[in-house]
């Protein structure tokens, strides 16, 4: 089955779990649990250093709202993108937060995951 023909609700079973996750994998900085549902092509194409300067020195990333609004999706070729409204616990202000989800092996895995 490709994800993109699954309904947002149906989406939103799997997406929220994983976004919960990464959120409290970024806020507790650990970065082997924060990459645990990544596909393989992602870990291959991330720099650990960088990810890991992030975990220790951005303030945003550290410090993540649990609580999220889903805001919607956006289905492309074998993948599918959720956006969310998310906050930070110490700056003011909005950022929006994109998961995206595809088959890997079968099995659903993050393809990109990022907070802008």
């Keep these: ?13 799997i997406a929220n779990p994983f976004w919960s ?9 650990k970065y ?5 549902h ?17 975990f220790a ?6 410090n993540l709202a649990e609580s999220v609004e889903f805001i919607g999706t956006i289905r492309r070729g074998d993948y599918i993108t959720v ?3 998310t906050r930070s ?3 003011e202000g909005e950022w929006l937060g994109r998961l995206v989800l595809g088959y890997e ?3 659903v895995r993050i393809f990109g995951a990022s907070i802008f």
Excluded: C, P, W
């Excluded at 089955?1 to 079973?13: G, V």
């Design 1 to 13: 089955m490709n994800i993109i023909e699954k309904t947002d609700d149906e989406i939103l079973a």
């Design 21 to 29: 996750h990464l959120i409290k994998a970024s806020n507790d900085g």
């Design 32 to 36: 082997g649990e924060f990459t645990r």
């Design 38 to 54: 990544f596909s393989h092509d992602l870990l291959l194409g991330l720099n650990e250093i960088e990810v890991g300067k992030q």
């Design 57 to 62: 020195k951005s303030e945003l990333t550290r």
């Design 83 to 85: 956006l969310y409204r």
């Design 89 to 91: 616990t110490k700056k």
């Design 105 to 107: 092996d079968d099995e």
